[in-house]
């Protein structure tokens, strides 16, 4: 991030979209109340050696940014900010992404992410689309040029076109299928184009929207997972072909829109793409209420993905607990943020070697312009206080300690043999082994119980130490 202090003007806005402050925002101090300064996030910590930038690769979303903040009850929605005149011009579309611009600026992320239909709306063709891209990608170089924020990643809407109603490369009619890649392809061209003029884009995501079924009893499913496994080949090979260098990366989810999505979650992804050979290509966007849709902990699904070094980004929201909607809300929940960090930071490389995208929008109740800056600055201060609150229940030891006892039986000689068997054939007799099994003590030997609620006092314990770090 450069640090010249820059005013709205700087961004080429006439108006000044948050007269509220009049720079970026600020540490204010642990539990600071004027809350357009943070009151956890501290941009000048450093943690295990590492500065917080670097460990929460904060990224914006432009889709939630210019949401509109309607929902299944009203198309109509609530958010209806004075730089957004409501038409489809390129115009609008320009001020759009200035004001984001300075959004960022003031609240210090260096990150952002888009869908082509982000940038610019669809309007009546694809070619049109595409040149309306083409025409902003030097605004976005302007931009980028001027503050130092990059592209995080890029991807391509599939899902709200009518055309994408049986989704893309899963749909039945192959039409969409053909029109999907197009919107693929181009979007890969912009990502090349973005890293050759320095703007970022290291990344790029395939949420398949509406890749999945609808109904069962009509659908193909072999043929259409084949036909997503072909698309996601198209761009492994295409970003070849034109020498681009890019992390792949899948996002699961279960289901909604459709009944049910082929990449529902971190396993099922890892199967599909092993059983396609596409493996060594993609990583995994874990979002938490994606992981809640799916009945699991973001810590779950991320512990899946670190531990075959798989994740590659994190889509940092949280949903409403009970609902069973993608209500995409900012992080506030202590516990679910400690649990986003802590299996990243347990993991072989340390540190998110990707983005932390804020795919949050606020409330629909939340329609005032500053409400961008409160939510923004909410999430960041409860993902620096998790990634705090992880560093300590890791660092300390005492969680580490209370895991070593609860499996200490498996370091024996015979724990090794049988843990190598797979490898090793001959590690284990299985003749005698069974004849062990009559001579396993009936009763539970309490050396071994796995202390519960103990591990969870370690966490609750650790608040006040993991706050002392962020000062
Ligand atoms: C929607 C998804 C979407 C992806 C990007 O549920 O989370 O926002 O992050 O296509
Ligand atoms: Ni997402
Ligand atoms: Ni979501």
Redesign the pocket.
């Known amino acids: 991030m450069k640090q010249t202090q820059l005013t709205y003007k700087d961004f080429g806005l006439a108006d000044n979209p948050f007269p509220e402050v009049d720079g970026p925002i600020q540490f204010g101090g642990i539990g600071c109340m004027d809350l357009l300064k943070f009151g956890f996030y501290n941009g000048n910590a450093v943690i295990r050696g590492m500065a917080m930038t670097q460990l929460l690769p904060f990224a914006a ?1 432009l ?1 939630h940014f210019k949401n509109g903040l309607g929902d299944m009850f009203s198309d109509q929605g609530t958010n209806n900010p004075p730089w957004d005149d409501g038409s489809d011009s390129f115009e609008n579309a320009e001020r759009n992404l200035r004001v984001f611009y300075y959004m960022m600026y003031l609240l210090g992320i260096e990150y952002w992410c888009w ?1 082509d239909l982000d940038l610019v709306p669809f309007g009546k063709s694809l070619e049109k689309f595409h040149k309306n891209i083409d025409k902003m990608l030097p605004v976005i170089k302007e931009l980028s040029d001027l503050t130092g924020i990059k592209v995080g990643w890029t ?1 391509q ?1 599939l899902f709200s076109h009518p055309r994408y109603t049986d989704g893309a490369a899963t749909n039945s009619d192959m039409g969409s299928f053909v029109m999907g890649w197009a919107q693929t392809k181009k979007m890969l061209d912009v990502a090349k184009w973005l890293q050759d003029n320095g703007c970022g884009a290291t990344h790029h ?1 395939f ?1 398949g ?1 509406r890749e999945g079924y609808t109904l069962l009893l009509a659908t193909m499913i072999g043929r259409e997972k084949r036909h997503l496994a072909t698309f996601l080949w198209m761009a492994v090979r295409y970003a070849q072909s034109i020498g681009l260098k890019i992390q792949f990366q899948i ?1 699961p ?1 279960p289901k909604e829109p459709s009944t049910h999505q082929y990449d529902r979650n971190a396993e099922v992804v890892i199967g599909f793409l092993r059983e396609f050979k596409l493996l060594p290509y993609f990583g995994l ?1 874990i ?1 938490t209420n ?1 992981a809640q849709l799916d009945d699991h902990s973001v810590a779950h699904e991320l512990t899946d993905g670190c531990n075959k070094s798989l994740v590659t980004g994190i ?1 940092g929201n949280q949903g409403t607990r009970g609902l069973g909607w ?1 209500t ?1 809300e900012f992080p506030s929940d202590l516990m679910i943020c400690f649990e986003t960090m802590f299996p990243i930071l347990a993991s072989k490389e340390g540190v998110l070697n990707g983005f932390l995208n804020f ?1 949050a929008k606020r409330n629909r109740g939340s329609y005032a312009p500053v409400d961008l800056l409160y939510a923004h600055i909410l999430g960041m201060d409860a993902m620096a206080l998790g990634l705090a609150l992880a560093v300590v229940v890791l660092d300390e030891g005492h969680l580490q300690k209370l895991i070593d006892a609860r499996y200490q039986s498996w370091n024996s000689r015979q724990g090794a043999a049988i843990e190598r068997y797979i490898e090793d054939p001959d590690s284990v007799d299985l003749e005698q082994l069974a004849a062990e099994g009559y001579d396993v003590p009936l009763e539970l030997d309490p050396a071994n119980s796995g202390h519960f609620e103990a591990v969870k006092s370690i966490v609750l314990r650790s608040i006040p130490r993991a706050v002392a770090l962020l000062e």
């Open positions: 979303a889709w869908h991807t809407n995501t949420w929207g996002e989810k966007n979002e994606h889509d993608d995409d795919d």
